[in-house]
């Protein structure tokens, strides 16, 4: 398709989507939001299991820890309610059971808190289990809230 066709179809679906009421687009604008912010918990753990393998520096731990609690403090912001449709793996028992998911994101902050803290410390120990502990976090929600 000509990219000339291509803006055309988007402008028209766009104003579709935009007849039908702003709601359809904050949704997959906040789909879009949290998968880019789950991007950056991959990455940084990607970043941070560099440093478990190679046995340090730990201090190189620091950012991407840091990264992923700031991170997950603005993820709960990402999942209005009723954003399972579309483009997502989000499972509706998110909204069901919203104490037990924010619980869990709570749970992901705090970990990766104590992962920079131990990172600062220097004490790789700690860095390894607070890897393990985070990755945890990340399987526990996984498994419960979102799809396959
Ligand atoms: C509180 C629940 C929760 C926690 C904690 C959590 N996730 Fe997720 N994650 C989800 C949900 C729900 C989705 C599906 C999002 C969607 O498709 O809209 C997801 C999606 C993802 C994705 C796919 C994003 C995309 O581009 O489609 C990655 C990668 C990911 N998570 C990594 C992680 C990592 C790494 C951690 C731990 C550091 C983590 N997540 C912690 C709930 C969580």
Known sequence: MAMWHKAVMAAVLGVAVASAGGYAYAQADAIKARKDGFQVFRTSMGAIKKVVDDNGPASAAVAPAEAIAAQAAKQLAH??????????????????????????????EAKATALATAAKAGNMDAVK????????????????????
């Open 79 to 108: 999942f209005p309610a009723g954003s399972d449709k579309g483009e997502t793996k989000a499972k509706p028992e998110i909204w069901a059971n919203w104490a037990q998911f924010e619980g869990f994101m709570k749970d992901a």
């Open 129 to 148: 289990a607070g890897f393990g502990a985070l990755g945890g976090s990340c399987g526990t929600c996984h498994k419960q809230f979102r799809n396959d």
